[in-house]
């Protein structure tokens, strides 16, 4: 079964910084791109950020600068680095994954469980 955990959440305050890990298992043969959502209280869940498997990344407008994504391919890991913090980057963030699986064969996306960040002002 193919997975995604989240690890490194947790309470910062405001202007602090938080590192979200992302760790993919189960029966991979490749992961093409990896990204962060996240899912503020009463909000629809929105894009954080994106990184390809060349390590091209992507990023909403309200996280450039503050956030940076990164990736660990020969670990199958997904980072994200947030500086900054501000009150309004609460939320629950999830990891995603579209993976190339094995038994059976098929690319697909995945999502982690979700992990908590609170930001305190």
């Known amino acids: 079964q193919v997975q995604l955990v989240e690890s490194g959440g947790g309470l910062a305050q405001a202007g602090g910084s938080l590192r979200l890990s992302c760790a993919a298992s189960?029966?991979?043969?490749?992961?093409?791109?990896m990204g962060w959502y996240r899912q503020g209280p009463g909000k629809q869940r929105e894009l954080v950020a994106t990184?390809?498997?060349?390590?091209?990344?992507g990023y909403a407008d309200s996280m450039k600068g503050r956030f940076t994504i990164s990736r660990d391919n020969a670990k199958n890991t997904v980072s994200l680095q947030m500086n900054s913090l501000k009150s309004e980057d609460t939320a629950v963030y999830y990891c995603?994954?579209?993976?190339?699986?094995?038994?059976?064969?098929?690319?697909?996306?995945?999502w982690g469980q979700g992990i908590q960040v609170t930001v305190s002002s």
């Open positions: 189960g029966p991979i043969l490749s992961i093409n791109a």
């Open positions: 995603t994954a579209n993976i190339r699986r094995i038994f059976p064969t098929r690319t697909e996306d995945f």
């Open positions: 990184i390809t498997s060349a390590g091209s990344t």
